[in-house]
């Protein structure tokens, strides 16, 4: 579930600083208050902590048992 929160997060900010790069506009500024307001930054530091912990989704062995059993005796 964490996982699927921290991707979720991670997939906002992307989007954010797509449109950032495209059309010079932060969404998150827009929303609450420019890049230096408070609650900017706490959505700004929560995005990069969802992307530090989606680092660990590259180093996990994430197949399934049944998945495994699947590909083991289909080889």
Do not use: H, P
């Amino acid at each position: 579930m964490l996982d699927k929160i921290a991707l979720t997060l991670l997939i906002v900010g992307g989007i954010n600083w797509g449109s950032v790069g495209l059309f010079q506009f932060d969404l998150v500024a827009f929303l609450f208050g420019g890049q230096s307001g408070i609650v900017s930054r706490i959505v700004y530091v929560i995005v990069a902590l969802a992307a530090l912990w989606c680092i660990s989704l590259l180093f996990r062995d994430t197949t399934e048992a049944g998945d495994r059993d699947y590909q083991t005796s289909a080889t």
